[in-house]
């Protein structure tokens, strides 16, 4: 089955800078790629994803981008905020609709 | 439309006992998912339904683990004879297929289950 790995589990960085997120899939078939943000004791929100048909996506100060050659994806946070203080989740699945399978997340800190 | 809700938030249990969790997904959402989740994870499927009829489960679903959609609406997971092992959160999620891609997938809260 789907193995996904996320680096690292814990990011912590200074308001305004920038934060990366990187996750690796093993299963050549994955080609939906969502990533979620769950805040403590909420349920996991979605804030971007990608589909394999293209390598790039931003929405405002989030962008992810995809590798499928390499099997990685990386989600990418600019001007950080401290309401971005959170957990992210990246996952992998071989379409939308299908079960997902998720890394074991990042728990982002940002100092203001 | 609320969102997706679950039912009740909190569960707590004698190890051995039989507890049973509700979802309601948001109206017209025909895809179904529970997931469950331990703290410091990330979630991990149990499994899934397309409207009345559960397509997939994860090998984690073991035989003490039971999921109805009876109906295509709302969903239970039933435990059976509990262990301490099942403490987790319990997380369901719904998406709508709309032709060949599905509207993304919507958590619910969540029940937290603690057996004792």
């Known amino acids: 089955g789907e193995n996904v790995e996320q680096h690292p589990s814990t990011l912590s960085v200074q308001e305004g800078d920038s934060a990366v997120i990187k996750c690796t899939y093993s299963?050549?078939?994955?080609?939906?790629f969502p990533w979620y943000k769950q805040e403590l004791g909420k349920r996991p929100q979605l804030i971007i994803d990608?589909?394999?048909?293209?390598g790039e996506k931003k929405d405002q100060r989030i962008a992810v981008t995809l590798n499928k050659t390499a099997k990685h994806f990386s989600l990418h946070i600019t001007e950080t905020q401290p309401e971005d203080s959170a957990v992210y989740f990246c996952a992998a699945s071989p379409e939308s609709g299908y079960a997902l399978n998720f890394g074991k997340g990042t728990s982002l800190l940002v100092t203001p | 439309d609320t969102g997706v809700s679950q039912n009740p938030r909190h569960k707590i249990t004698k190890r051995g006992q039989n507890v049973t969790f509700r979802c309601d997904p948001i109206?017209?959402?025909?895809?179904l998912y529970w997931y469950r989740q331990t703290l410091g994870q990330g979630p991990e499927f149990l499994t899934y339904f397309q409207n009345e009829a559960q397509l997939e489960k994860s090998r984690l679903l073991s035989d003490r683990f039971s999921a109805e959609r009876p109906k295509g609406s709302f969903s239970t997971l039933e435990i059976q004879r509990t262990e301490q092992g099942d403490s987790a959160m319990y997380l369901c999620?719904?998406?709508?297929?709309?032709?060949?891609?599905?509207?993304?997938?919507?958590f619910g809260q969540g029940t937290r289950l603690t057996v004792v």
């Open positions: 990608i589909r394999s048909n293209v």
């Open positions: 999620a719904s998406s709508r297929e709309t032709g060949p891609m599905d509207t993304e997938a919507f």
């Open positions: 109206s017209e959402h025909n895809r």
């Open positions: 299963d050549s078939a994955s080609n939906y």
